[in-house]
């Protein structure tokens, strides 16, 4: 199913046809084949597909419950799938146990070792492979130096702020070199600016050491800001897998236009789709819309246009659509304009303009048209006819 | 006026509790210093000879015995009441988990004595162990099980293993998966990852049932009292038999109050030694 929603000019993207994907293909840090879990009667995962190629940075993105956790589990090993099947550096992960897949993982909530101190903590891996001491001692050090801790190893975890934890996770887990390292929404617990800051020092440390890193998200911004690529999941179900950029420009489906970044949805009517190329009647004007999106869909039906708030043009007097300015949401760097527009869905429109002038220009109550380039609108078939 | 209106409504009764138990207290204490007057039940005068005949061997054994019987005790419960409380505290399959309850913890409600007697229906000379091992032609003679430590152990550990599980269980369901997943992943298998990790983090539970299992047998008397038949001892049915067989009340007196003391120092020293495996489970 979600196979088919990928984009095959993705390069590195899975084929269509991934149940055939031969030997070779599998140099790919991380190969998951149509890989089900079932709890009881609820399906938690369905027949996902995803390549994620050597030394790439994939994150899973999705709402509460959508299987992520469950996803990161089936490739650690700590559950065992119904159906599919995982490869780890093209080596098939069926019959390995948890404990021998070379896999790094930091939990939520760290889960450091309480009776164990910082250097026993991040030398735990290599004890448990029977490295000898003075090798442990040694590259303990580089990993705490790796994540700035350097001189930390006698503390014990409760001793450490949040932030400090969670680096301590990081290097127990880098420091096995593992083949994949599994993060799942490590920076949860993490105030705002300390997410910020340990997102860039992440990003920084994955991309000096070049591991495969899959990433669990909720918080869209962390996602795009971080990934190479972006897997999003809604119900079970991987929904679109492309680069950031994708994922916020051309979205597949409703559900992903909605859930990474802000959208406008502006209903209207599927007038005829010629080739690559849709056009679309809305309120006072139409436009010519990729058609991509709209396969399958008849002349006639209703569609909804999808546009970012960034890509809306504000203006005086009457355009493609108007409206009245209802409010202004002052966000430092830029402005969020509320505008009343009948025609919209939710009867709202938001704009966002850059700088700080956009309560002068165009004070509460003023009619305003709003514009977009064709290439900024996303349109799909409607769910509410 | 006052905050809590109904504080001395409340407190009242368990004043009454503990001053009713410490006046008991008080007068045993007084009776283990008073000397004993044969042929009467009121003691004589003040003497420390209760405490110095303590030191007989005959009595100092008794006192080397219970602390050997309750350290056992104590030790066979928790190995086998560990693995009970693991599988309660993991497991998913609520029929299990049922089971597992019911086993460990429902012989809780049946009282000591009732207990006890079900062990003498197993370990008798013609009861089921040794009729069991007959039948299969194993044994010509019964395995003497009643009226030995083997057989006062092993009812004991049964008294005691409801505690035990309850409290392991508590313990070993406040230690989050992710340690043993976080184990494993870092190349521990499951016998190492319990070693290094499970383990060591529900010491405080496996100390704080260790040392309540030891106070536990410590004052248990039916027992040993019905399973030693006499033949056991420990300082319980000895205070027992010095006291209403021959009446000899500031010794029996003495002999409490130096095994109470003696429970008090377990207990403490246990709580040292939880000391810093309670910093290790708080996280
Ligand atoms: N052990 C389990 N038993 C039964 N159902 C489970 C189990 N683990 C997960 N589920 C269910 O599977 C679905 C996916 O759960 P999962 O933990 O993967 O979600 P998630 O995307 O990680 O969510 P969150 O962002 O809240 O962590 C949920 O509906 C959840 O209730
Ligand atoms: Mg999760």
Redesign the interface.
Known sequence: MSAERIDPREPVSPAVSAPAADAAARVAGVQIDGVTKRFGDATALHEAWLKIADGEFMTLLGPSGCGKTTLLNLI???LEADGGEIFVGGRLMTET?????????V?Q?Y?L???MNVAKNVG??LR??GVGKREIDTRVAEALALVKLDGFGERK??QLSGGQQQRVALA??LV?RPKVLLLDEPFSALDKNLRGAMQVELKEIQRRLGVTTIFVTHDQSEALSMSDRIAVMSQGRIRQVGTPDEIYRRPLDPFVASFVGDVNVLPGRLERRIGETATVLIAEGRLSVSADTLEGIAPGAAVDLFVRPDAVRIAEGEGLVSGTVATHVYQGSHVDVLVDVAAARGGRVTVRVPGHGASTRWPVGTRVSLDFSPADAVAFASDVS | MNKRPFLALFVAPATLAAIASAAALAAILQYAFRAYVPGSLNPGGLTLDNFFALLRPLYAQVFIQTVWICLLTALITLVVAYPLAYALVRTRNVTLKSFLLITAVTPLFLGEVVRTYSWIIVLGNTGFINSVLKGLGLIDRPIQMMFTTFGVVTALVHVTLPVMVIMLSAALSHIDRDYEKAATSLGAGPVKAFLTVTLPLSMPGVVAGVSTAFAWTFSAFATPQMIGGGKVSMISTLVYQLGFASFNFPFAAALSVTGLALTFAVLAMAKQAIKPLEKIGAH
């Open positions: 650690a090993g700590f146990a948890p404990y021998d897949r070379e896999i790094g993982v939990f909530n889960a070792f309480p009776h735990y891996g448990m492979r975890p409760r127990r887990a096995i």
